[in-house]
C-alpha cells in the first residue's frame, strides 16, 4: 500500500528476489503468473516487492485508503494485514455471512452481486486496484463478492482495522470519501439502469472501464474487458443477446474494434463518452 512507476502498458513485471527464491513455491508461481499480464488479466500496477515487502513500499498505496497514513502510521496497520489470493471465479465473501474480514484489492479485480432465490443476478459494483469493500456497518456483508481475474487483496480483520480506524481521523475521512464515491456510483447506476438504452449502457459500461484502466495504469489500447458476456448483461440489466447486439452495432458504427470477445480497440472515444451520456 506507496507511490510507485505505473506501467502504461502490459509488460512483464519481473519477480522480486523473494518470490525468485521461492522456487516452487505456489504462491510464489501464482503471484509472478499474475504480474506477466496474462491474456484478460485486469490491470494492475507494477509495483515492486509488493506482496513480501513492507505498506510502504506497495505501488497502490496511493489509490487506497491507506493513503492517508504515513510511513510510520502503516506500521499499525501492516501489523494486522494479511494477503489473500483468489483465481478466476473463485468466492470472497457471501452476501449475509458475518464480517469478519475487509479488504483492499492490489491487483486483479472483484464482482459484487446481489441474487436472487431462481438464480437471477444482478452485479452491482466492479473493484479494480485500490477499491475497499467488506466494512459495514451492521456487522454482515450486503453483497457477494467473486474475482474477475487471479486477484491479490490486503486482508484485515474487521475489529482490529476498527481500532485503527479510530486512532487516525484521516484514515476515516478517506473512508467516508470513499464511502461517498460509492453512493455517487450507485446513483450512476440507477440512472443506467432506469433510463439508458442498451446501446448508451454499453457505452457508459466501457467509458467507465477505460477510465479506471487509465487510472491504475493498465492498457487501454486494447482494452481489457474483464467480464464475460453474461457477466455485463447482469451488470447492465440486459440479456446476453442485447449486450451483443449492442457491440455489434457499436462496431458498425465505427466507435470500437474487436479481435477477441475480450478486447476492444476504442476507435471514436469523443463518441463513446457523447453515447454513453445519452447524445
Known amino acids: 500500500m506507496a507511490g510507485g512507476s ?23 508461481k501464482r503471484l509472478d503468473a499474475l ?3 496474462n491474456a484478460g488479466a485486469l490491470p494492475c500496477p507494477t509495483y515492486r516487492n509488493a506482496i513480501a515487502s513492507r505498506c510502504a513500499r506497495c505501488g497502490i498505496r496511493w489509490l487506497g485508503v491507506c493513503a492517508a497514513l504515513d510511513d510510520a502510521e502503516l506500521r499499525g496497520l501492516e501489523a494486522i494485514m494479511s494477503h489473500r489470493h483468489l483465481d478466476r471465479g473463485q468466492s470472497l465473501l457471501v452476501d449475509g455471512d458475518r464480517a469478519d474480514f475487509a479488504y483492499n484489492v492490489i491487483a486483479g479485480g472483484i464482482k459484487l452481486f446481489k441474487s436472487l432465490s431462481d438464480g437471477r443476478t444482478q452485479i ?15 456487522g454482515t456483508y450486503a453483497y457477494s463478492a467473486e474475482a474477475l481475474a487471479d486477484t491479490v487483496l490486503c486482508q484485515f480483520p474487521r475489529e482490529p482495522l476498527q481500532a485503527v480506524f479510530e486512532k487516525h481521523a484521516r484514515l476515516q475521512a478517506r473512508l467516508l470519501t470513499a464511502a461517498t464515491d460509492d453512493l455517487s456510483a450507485a446513483q450512476e447506476h440507477m440512472l443506467l439502469l432506469g433510463r439508458k438504452t442498451a446501446v448508451e449502457r454499453l457505452c457508459s459500461f466501457l467509458r467507465n472501464l477505460l477510465e479506471r484502466t487509465e487510472r491504475v495504469g493498465g492498457t487501454v489500447d486494447p482494452l481489457t474487458i474483464p467480464l464475460l458476456r453474461n457477466e455485463i448483461a447482469d451488470y447492465l440489466g440486459l440479456t446476453i443477446e442485447t449486450v451483443s447486439r449492442a ?11 474487436m479481435n477477441r470477445a475480450d478486447e476492444i ?14 447524445g
Open 6 to 28: 505505473y506501467a502504461q502498458r502490459n509488460v512483464y513485471c519481473p519477480p522480486s528476489p523473494r518470490a525468485r527464491a521461492a522456487g516452487s513455491n505456489p504462491a510464489g
Open 35 to 37: 504480474r506477466s499480464f
Open 124 to 138: 452491482t459494483g466492479i473493484l479494480l486496484a485500490g477499491d475497499f469493500l467488506g466494512l459495514p456497518l451492521r
Open 247 to 257: 457491440f455489434t452495432l457499436l462496431r458498425q458504427a465505427g466507435l470500437i474494434s
Open 265 to 278: 480497440i476504442v476507435l471514436d472515444r469523443m463518441a463513446l463518452e457523447v453515447t454513453a451520456n445519452g
